[in-house]
Structures are given as C-alpha cells and as structure tokens.
C-alpha cells in the first residue's frame, strides 16, 4: 500500500474526493434519476423503487457502528479501503439486477453497509487529530466534496441514463466510485498519531456513549430529523419536479444549483465554526431549511424553485459541517471513531425514513403533500433541538494550536516522531526539526 509521508493537507484532499463521490451525494443525487426507469421496466409502485434505497440507509447505520469499532481497534486506512472497494463493487452489481424486489433490496443493503466509508466519518478521525484552531474550515472543505458531487452527478447520472438506460448508470457510477475513492486514500490519506495524552485514553464504549450524557442524544434526535426533512425531499426531488411537468434535463439542472448552494454553505458555514457556537449557526441554517421546504411545496413551478433549491442547498450543505465539528468538540479524539460511528446511525436511518414518507406520501395520496408537512415540522424541531446544547467540553486549546500545528506538519514528514517524542507540548520541535530530540525547558 503506498505510505509515503506527505503534508497533512492531502488528507485534506482524499476527504474532498471521497465526498464527492460519498454514500450522501450519489444516494441523494444520482440514484433519484434512475428511480422512474426502474419502476417502469419492473412494473413497480414508485415506493417499491425507492425501497432499496431505504434499505440503503437502514444497513448504513449498523455499518458506520462496524466501520467505526473496527477503526478504533485496526488501522484505519486498510478498513475504510475495503469498505470504498466494496461499495463501489455493489453499485456496479445492481446493474445486473433482475425483476426481483427482494434481491433489489438486499444488494442496496449490502450497499449500505459498505458505504460508512464513503462519509466524512473516517476524514473527520484524521483531520481532528491535524487541526485544532481551524478545525472548522477545514472539516468544511473536506465535506465540500458532496457538494462538488451533487453539482455533477445529477448531470452524469442523467447522461448516463439517456445514453444506455438505469443499468448503465449504475455500472457507470460503481466504476466511479471504486476508481477515485479507493485511488484517493491509497494516494494522499495518511494517519497521524494520536497525541500521548489521548494514546493513554481507553475509548468510550457504545453502552458509554449512549448513557454518558444527553449531549449526544441532543445531536443523534437532531441528525434524525434533519435527515429525515432534508434528505426525504431532496432524493424524491426529481420525481416532484417531472410530475409538475419539468423535463429530466431541467430537474437535473435545479438539483445541480441546489449542489452548488450546499458547497457554498459548507466553506461558509466552516468558516463560521470557528468563530461562533454550533447552536446558532445551526439555527440559522435549519431555519433556511424549513424555508426552502414550503417554498417547494407552494410554489408549483418558475423562479421560485430555484431560491427554494438554494436554501435547501443551505441545509443539506452545512449538515456534514455541523454533525462532525460538534461531535468532534463534544468527544475526545480517542473516542471520536465509535462516537461517530453511533451518531451516524442516526444520519442513515433518517435519510431513509425520509424516502420512504416522500414516496409513501405519493403513493397513498397521489402527491408529496402531506410529506411536505412533515419535513416542515421536523426542520422546526431540528431548529429547537440543538438550542439545547451548552458550553463545549473540547474546545480550541488557543495557547497550544501554534505548538499543535508545528508537531503536527514534522509528524507527517517524520511517522516516527510520536515515539522520538511523545510528549507532544513539551517537545523541542526545533532540536527534531534539525535531526535531534530533546525538551523544552520549564
């Protein structure tokens, strides 16, 4: 496997390109194009299409938990290797599907469970333990790679769907996913060390993390209903926008500036965390959400769909953003890869709970209003949920992230400075850069 030390920022970059071609952006943007071809050839009710990717994000959340207990006790570049290689290999496997709903969905869920690795989860492990004072931003431009995709996918998946049908596209989108994911962490993912201090820490166990504190049921209820609101509308988006009588080309075309929005409120909404609480960016940003949700349930076609595609670019942008950097100050480094892998749970089961009301709600009623009211109201709790949360329990150490940095860039350079010197503050980080060890004095 390639490991040769480079800068700290091309882990920077593996977690762009591993996003944009993550579990989010091509269950949220690209399979939505091929939901229609699908219930046509296999005479499906439009719900039945949509189940498998429910399944999808059912297994996802009993995978991020595997994913992560395995990280936390492995190495974490081998596992999240295999688990982008497999994801990828699924995808390519529903192109060969037969008219079989139970096969549809047990290949969507082994797709689920392989795609923990296709999420800002493993990027977020490795960059908290990079950055500190720019935490935010840069947790941000690593998620902004959803945001690339959702800028292009709709418009690949679409080409490949007029080109050669929905089996096309889905060959088209494995190959994608198996050849830039797994070449970006073999290439520019490298793991650094955990601090001495942290290194020493036991990690928290599920049973602990569940039961320590109601700070992480506070995100976990607030990942569940935001999913649910933003990802349920924006996966039957597409079908909304054709039944009122919108071209495929044009849909794509809105769910494209939508993409693009959702990449402007990541760097933005990054930039913000380093400076502001979680709670009232999050506020804010749940309250463009709810906007965007009753402006695309009132206003049936025009302009209007278009500012309602860039606020729900706002939510569905700043999501990542906001579930990594707060777990990231609410749970030690050591613990971060279970915390994440519990909270993520969270994210998948609402992204198909969410699919499910929006296709339900057609089938049953022969439109999407009655799930328009109920992503409305749960962008609304979303909003209240994470005013509830108090002072950070691991906050920027501003007297150290100077020191924090320097050891860091000479850690990348040198795999084994954490056992040259371990005891990170107090290293003589000028005596290692010139070839020798020793300690500050007091």
């Not at 996918?153 to 769907?161: H, K, R």
């Not at 402006?295 to 999501?319: D, K, R």
């Amino acid at each position: 496997m390639i490991n040769k030390p480079l800068n700290r920022w091309w882990n920077v970059i593996a977690g762009v390109l591993g996003n944009a071609i993550g579990a989010g952006a091509i269950a949220n943007y690209a399979v939505g194009a091929f939901t229609k071809g699908i219930a046509a050839e296999f005479s499906w009710e439009r719900s039945y299409a949509t189940l498998g990717i429910a399944c999808f994000f059912i297994l996802a959340g009993p995978g991020s938990i595997i994913m992560g207990s395995a990280i936390a006790r492995w190495s974490l570049r081998p596992v999240v290797v295999v688990f982008f290689g497999l994801f990828g290999m699924t995808i390519m496997a529903v192109s060969a599907l037969p008219p079989s709903l139970l096969l549809f969905c047990f290949l969507f869920s082994l797709m689920g469970l392989f795609s923990a690795a296709a999420t800002p989860l493993p990027y977020t492990i490795v960059l908290s333990r990079q950055f500190d004072h720019n935490r935010g931003i840069v947790l941000a431009i690593m998620a902004s790679g959803a945001g690339l995709g959702a800028l292009f996918l709709p418009s690949y998946a679409n080409f490949l769907l007029e080109w050669q049908g929905w089996r096309a596209g889905y060959l088209g989108l494995g190959l994608l996913v198996g050849l830039v994911g797994v070449g970006s962490l073999l290439c520019f993912l490298r793991v650094p060390p955990l601090r001495e201090d942290h290194a020493a820490e036991t990690p928290m166990s599920l049973k602990e993390i569940y039961t320590s504190s109601g700070t992480f049921w506070i995100i976990a209820l607030t990942v569940l209903a935001i999913s649910i609101a933003l990802v349920g509308l924006i996966t039957n988006l597409i079908p909304i926008l054709t039944d009122r009588g919108m071209s495929g080309t044009d849909a794509a075309i809105l769910v494209s500036v939508l993409g693009a929005a959702s990449w402007f409120s990541r760097i933005a909404v990054g930039l913000l965390l380093d400076r502001i609480h979680v709670k009232f960016i999050a506020s804010g940003i749940f309250l463009l959400s709810f906007a965007g949700i009753i402006t695309i349930a009132l206003v049936p076609s025009g302009s209007g769909l278009y500012i309602a595609a860039v606020l729900l670019g706002f939510g569905m942008g700043a999501e990542a953003d906001l579930i990594t950097f707060t777990m990231s100050r609410y749970f030690s480094p050591a613990s971060l890869p279970p915390a994440l892998g519990a909270v993520w749970i969270f994210w998948a089961w609402g992204n198909g709970i969410g699919v499910s009301t929006g296709s339900l709600s057609y089938d049953l009623t022969g439109n999407y209003n009655a799930a328009f009211v109920v992503f409305g109201a749960l962008a609304l709790v979303s909003l209240f949920l994470f005013t509830r949360l108090k002072t950070y329990d691991y906050p920027v150490e501003h007297g150290a992230s100077r020191v924090k940095d320097s050891y860091f860039k000479l850690a990348v350079r040198e795999p084994g400075l954490a056992q040259r010197c371990p005891s990170e503050p107090s290293c003589n980080l000028e005596g290692l850069s010139r070839g020798r060890v020793g300690r500050k004095k007091a």
